[in-house]
């Protein structure tokens, strides 16, 4: 049915779609054969094409895909941080289908520790290290915010574009597991594998700062602005894990070992 005015908001209604709220102007009552074709196997399985348009953009263009929403561009893009939380309740399902299929269990689980105070720190960073990782939007924000001036964009702006590159870091992450996986077909050593997939991530973030800042700066100037984005990150994540290291051992410290990637 066609309504002059718009079911949901009731503003006056002029095209197909409400100038309001965006709903449909033509609505129909929910028939079986609608709900069953349409709400049911439409809503469980057509994938968004701003999902697939957002990921292959954070592939291979994380920088300019950032500049291009941060500039209103964004009606071909899904929210990059709503698509961020379904890469990782992705990569949290797979992780337990792999664990029901090998029966492999948490790498925490079977592992000695020197201390307690060890094993309370490794376990927290293994309980949480989904959420920790959200930590790079706003340290990456504000490094960039230093750094990257002459592009004359505020922090929130900046958390755009860190946002885009975690995006990116996590659909990485997934392929390196699904490659894991499989790494007894290719016979490739799991430490090379993990120290190959380790340099790739960090090559990935910085080409993602140099995508979106290489029209502002020269080669060298940078150059050594991204080495110093990553000086600032590891200077941040070490005041971060002593805090942490504090926090846990009640300020005794002592003797640490920690090793977050299992």
Request: with cysteine.
């Amino acid at each position: 049915m066609t309504n002059k005015n718009c079911l949901n908001c009731e503003k006056e209604l002029t095209d197909k779609f409400c100038a309001g709220c965006g709903q449909k102007a033509d609505t129909h009552r929910i028939s079986f054969r609608h709900f069953i074709l349409h709400d049911l196997l439409h809503g469980t399985f057509h994938i968004d094409k701003g999902i697939l348009f957002t990921a292959k953009q954070a592939l291979i263009r994380p920088g300019k895909a950032a500049l291009d929403y941060i500039s209103g561009k964004r009606i071909r893009y899904y929210n990059i941080f709503y698509l961020t939380l379904i890469i990782i309740g992705v990569m949290i399902f797979f992780r337990h289908v792999d664990e029901l299929i090998y029966g492999r269990v948490s790498e925490t689980a079977n592992k000695t520790y020197i201390n307690e105070a060890s094993k309370k720190i490794n376990e927290f960073i293994a309980q949480n290290n989904k959420f920790i990782i959200f930590l790079f939007v706003p340290l990456g924000a504000l490094n960039s915010f230093i750094l990257f001036r002459r592009k004359k964009l505020n922090l929130s702006e900046h958390a755009i574009i860190s946002g885009m590159i975690l995006l990116g870091i996590l659909l990485l992450q997934t392929f390196i597991n699904i490659y894991f996986n499989f790494n007894h077909l290719v016979g490739l050593s799991n430490s090379v594998a993990s120290f190959i997939a380790t340099v790739g991530l960090f090559f990935y973030v910085g080409y993602g700062y140099y995508n979106a800042f290489n029209n502002d700066y020269s080669k060298l100037g940078i150059s050594y602005r991204i080495v110093l984005f990553f000086m600032l990150l590891g200077l941040e994540t070490i005041i971060l894990t002593y805090i942490l290291i504090g926090f846990m051992t009640h300020w005794k410290m002592g003797p640490v070992t920690l090793s977050p990637f299992g």
